[in-house]
């Protein structure tokens, strides 16, 4: 059984700002971390592996320094590691970054569709969701999306598969046969810890890095130019304005609450 | 050798050598073509010379020289496409909320095109009762094609992708918007894919504009799409200019729903589609509503702790609270990670968005994510220690104080 699990290096959103003098992105200073969404699918990704003895490649598209994330992962226990770069890759949307991570998905698993592709829920940086189910289509398997929890029966390409997906109403169990795409809740297991052993290996490891040419792209359909969506302006969210600000405590507070809700017409006390 | 980057057109050139001039690189040139012209001359580029400055493009008297287009990416017979649909999510036969907020925005943006185009609602389902016809025309839509399919019984994935790829295709609608729910946003995504187009996740705003098509120079009606990026720390409006058709996802209670007349809902048709649909790929063998089956989202009052409840038994007494205004209990993320309370619950980018006439909040600080899912809340009334939190930024009423002592005490004084 082969499993794949893509991981994407992501700034630290909750400190990315925007410079108001000139509209850019301002990122110095921004620390790069795993996607957290992430590190819970490689963890499922490890539970197979444990169980049934899969073999675990973990695929990451970035810059050079995107290779951290894949270290990170062979820590934790991933088998081998492939990094997707080019200049050429700048740029892309989420139908070009689909087509590219299919197209290294193919090559790194010889031409075949691995067993199970495993995405996060979402990236911190976008938060499309997007990825994972266009990879499922570029690779023309069933998708399954929001899981916490998979289970496999032994056996590889064709075994079964049951897992839990988390709906708007509640909680769905879905059955069907692998190969399948599925993206991962971080209401699924814990991520472990990398064991002294897997950082050490990991450091030595060799990760695969591939170009636009390795993975056979049509060159219309990666970076800027495979991407029908642009990006046209950026702007810093609007500020509501506060309304009136006292300090009280206790009791007091309470009867500021009362009397604010009921000169709203919001509720009758009493 | 590269091409050039502009285009001579011979058979508008006379030959008189204005643009040789006009070049100040040196990169056009007089060329002998006997016959072409009563001068017998054309003009000529070289393209290592040329710097693409396209200063001979108005040097010509004649309009022989033109800026070659980059070749463009995109869906061909773009003008074909029209119409704005809205997919009409449903489970069991119950339309999705968010479904009669996009048909309200939907007619908006009809308005903006103002070509006469129309609001379409795409239902997929089987056995699916007549009131869904009549609950989508109330709320503007023109036109309502029907999948009724043993395979659409319940929602799976690949089927669902299967059957709007197939409408897609056969009536090219310009617009697809959905509700951006667990739902939408995933075989939405699949099927911007399989139509080779672009999608825009959780817009926040739409319009539509005639807008500059910056690759072909052309004048068009499209679609402008506002989302937060970042966390909600940026907003980004982005456009697909060249590929249809344009598609979006809109959570849930981000715009306003609102009905049309009876006359106007009396006017929608709506039209059976019989497709041959793939056999669903995957099984729902088992569903479980939520444990408390709560849905925060419909609140009218909420009720919602923070990090600053410091534990469970704090946030408990929430429970109280809410019982005693008619609300909901809601919580931060961080409340939601300590396992105070469960995820169904979170408000925030990464939780639910939620729209109650009252929000009031004991012990949340305010980070942007969360300040992001109550945007559409009437009246905040925020309690905090920290008389810096970002909550008070937002807040109708601030009060800097501890929550711990003012929850007990607010519930004492509506116990009243």
Same mark, same amino acid.
């Given at each position: ?196 052993s897997g950082a050490i290996r990991a ?68 | ?16 050598g204005k643009c040789v001039k006009g ?139 299967? *059957?709007?790829?197939?409408?897609? =295709?056969?009536? @090219?609608? #310009? %617009?697809?918007? $959905?509700? /951006? ?66 598609? *979006?996802?809109?959570?849930?209670? =981000?715009?306003? @729903?609102? #009905? %049309?007349?009876? $006359?106007? /809902? ?31 989202a419909a609140a009218e009052i909420l ?114």
């Amino acid at each position: 059984m082969h499993v794949v699990v893509c991981v994407k290096q992501v700034p630290d959103t909750t400190n990315v700002r925007i410079n108001p003098e000139t509209n850019t992105l301002m990122r110095e200073g921004v620390e790069s971390i795993v996607n957290p969404f992430d590190e819970y699918a490689l963890e499922q990704g490890l539970i197979l592996k444990d169980r049934h003895g899969a073999k675990l490649t973990v695929v990451s598209m970035g810059p050079p320094q995107a290779t951290a994330v894949l270290r990170e992962s062979l820590a934790r226990g991933a088998d081998d590691a492939v990094l997707v770069s080019s200049r050429a890759f700048g740029g892309a949307d989420t139908l070009a970054t689909s087509y590219t991570i299919a197209q290294a998905i193919k090559k790194a698993c010889g031409g075949k569709t691995p067993d199970l592709v495993l995405f996060g829920k979402q990236a911190i940086d976008g938060d499309t969701a997007q990825v994972g189910p266009g990879v499922s289509e570029f690779l023309g398997v069933p998708l399954v999306t929001y899981v916490r929890k998979i289970d496999v029966s032994v056996g590889g390409y064709g075994a079964k598969f049951s897992v839990e997906s988390v709906m708007d109403d509640g909680v769905a169990t879905i059955e069907g046969m692998l190969p399948a795409v599925m993206t991962v809740l971080k209401e699924s297991d814990a991520p472990r810890y990398a064991p002294l052993s897997g950082a050490i290996r990991a450091a030595k490891a060799d990760v695969m890095v591939l170009n636009e040419k390795d993975i056979g792209a049509n060159p219309s359909e990666i970076g800027l130019k495979g991407s029908p969506t642009k990006v046209v302006t950026i702007f810093p969210p609007p500020i509501k304005g506060g309304g009136e600000k006292i300090v009280v405590s206790g009791a007091d507070a309470a009867k500021a609450i009362v009397d604010f809700l009921e000169k709203k017409g919001l509720v009758k006390n009493g | 050798m590269a091409d050039a980057p502009i285009l001579i057109d011979v058979k508008k050139c006379v030959g008189c050598g204005k643009c040789v001039k006009g070049c100040g690189f040196g990169a056009l040139s007089m060329a002998d073509a006997p016959g072409v012209n009563k001068l017998g001359k054309v003009a000529e580029v070289d393209p290592a010379a040329c710097k693409a400055c396209f200063a001979c493009v108005p040097a010509c008297p004649f309009k022989a020289i033109s800026q070659v287009k980059a070749e463009v990416n995109g869906t061909e017979n773009i003008e074909s496409y029209k119409d704005i649909w809205v997919f009409a999510e449903q489970t069991d036969g119950r339309v999705a909320e968010v479904v009669l907020e996009l048909l309200t925005k939907a007619r908006e943006l009809k308005a903006q095109r103002g070509d006469g185009c129309k609001v379409c609602a795409v239902i997929l389902g089987s056995g699916l009762p007549p009131s869904v016809d009549s609950e989508l025309a109330s709320y503007g839509a023109d036109k309502i094609y029907k999948v009724d399919a043993p395979e659409l019984s319940e929602y799976e994935a690949n089927v669902y992708v299967d *059957a709007l790829s197939q409408l897609v =295709v056969k009536h @090219k609608p #310009e %617009v697809i918007l $959905a509700g /951006a729910t667990a739902i939408g946003r995933a075989f939405f995504a699949r099927v911007a894919v399989r139509v080779r187009t672009g999608l825009t996740a959780d817009c926040t705003a739409l319009k539509v504009e005639n807008t500059l098509n910056k690759d072909t120079d052309v004048m068009q009606m499209l679609l402008h799409q506002t989302r937060p990026a970042f966390g909600g720390n940026i907003m980004a409006t982005i456009m697909t200019p060249n590929h249809r058709p344009q598609m *979006a996802t809109v959570r849930p209670k =981000v715009f306003k @729903k609102s #009905e %049309v007349d009876s $006359a106007s /809902a009396a006017k929608c048709e709506t039209i059976a589609e019989a497709l041959k649909l793939i056999a669903p790929m995957t099984k729902i063998v088992k569903r479980e509503p939520f444990a408390d089956g709560v849905d925060i989202a419909a609140a009218e009052i909420l009720v919602a702790g923070g990090r600053g409840l410091k534990k469970a038994e704090n946030f408990a007494q929430l429970q109280r609270l809410a019982e005693l205004l008619g609300g909901e209990v809601a919580a931060s993320r961080a409340a939601v990670d300590a396992g105070w309370t469960g995820i169904p619950r979170q408000v925030g980018q990464t939780g639910r968005t939620v729209a109650p006439r009252i929000y009031l909040c004991f012990g949340i600080s305010g980070a942007i994510q969360h300040l992001e899912g109550i945007r559409g809340a009437d009246t905040i009334i925020a309690v905090n220690n920290d008389p810096n939190a970002p909550i008070f930024g937002v807040a109708d009423l601030g009060i800097v104080g501890d929550a711990l002592e003012i929850i007990p005490a607010l519930i004492k004084e509506l116990e009243k």
